[in-house]
């Protein structure tokens, strides 16, 4: 049976650069450049209530790849960096425990 053009893939990129993104509507947002392994990618992501950008530079995350693109304030966020809720309900990013090759996708 083929994949729906509606499953999500979630696979982990490796963050190359981050950048503040306060022309964007919401607080605490940031511009991440994501090397996938096969592919580079952009992201806006609401992550700064809990990190900083200069500790995201290296950061592997885990990514939704399939779900479009969006223009944020003129950037194009290609996939969503999944984080989920800390205590104060501000995302907080969702990362392997270990180094893994880029690209891996969830299973």
Known sequence: MG??????NFKVGEIKKA???SEARKPKMCKL????GDK???SAAQLLYHHSIDE????????????????IAGFKSEV???GVPGR???????????DVPLGGELY
């Not at 994949?3 to 999500?8: I, L």
């Open 3 to 8: 994949k729906s053009p509606f499953d999500v």
């Open 19 to 21: 950048e503040d993104f």
């Open 33 to 36: 450049w994501i090397d996938l």
């Open 40 to 42: 580079q990618v952009q």
């Open 56 to 71: 995201l530079f290296g950061k592997q995350v885990l990514c939704a790849t399939n779900l479009g693109e969006v223009r």
């Open 80 to 82: 969503l960096t999944v």
């Open 88 to 98: 104060d309900g501000n995302p907080v990013l969702v990362q392997p425990a270990k």
